[in-house]
């Protein structure tokens, strides 16, 4: 029912841009939280950043002032833009979504984003 589907990452050199795109599917996404989380090759899978069904927003401080979260208006979809990029930014990059009331929680499939010369 609910499907969670991630576009836009690639390879881009050190202090570049990418812009992901995740578009859900289903009935949940008006009062369902997003997020946006990655996991490097040996790490464990972290949240880079976040915006509630109201539109508020958090980062990790590892990605604040680069990276913006943000929603469509038929919150269905979530981007996130991420700038000057590192290549500790380097992960798949897995959308999120949970709902705010029975707490479930769906996943994206992910996407690679590589920052590399």
């Known amino acids: 029912q609910v499907q969670l589907v991630e576009s836009g990452g690639g390879l881009v050199q050190p202090g570049g841009s990418l812009r992901l795109s995740c578009v859900g599917s289903g009935s949940i996404f008006t009062i369902a939280h997003m997020g946006w989380y990655r996991q490097a090759p040996g790490k464990e899978r972290e949240l880079v950043a976040v915006i509630t069904y109201g539109g508020g927003t958090s980062y990790a401080d590892s990605v604040k002032g680069r990276f913006s979260i943000s929603r469509g208006n038929g919150k269905n979809t979530v981007h996130l833009q991420m700038n000057s990029l590192k290549p500790e930014d380097t992960a798949v990059y897995y959308c999120?979504?949970?709902?705010?009331?029975?707490?479930?929680?769906?996943w994206g499939q992910g996407t690679q984003v590589t920052v590399s010369s």
């Open positions: 999120n979504a949970r709902h705010a009331v029975n707490g479930y929680i769906y």
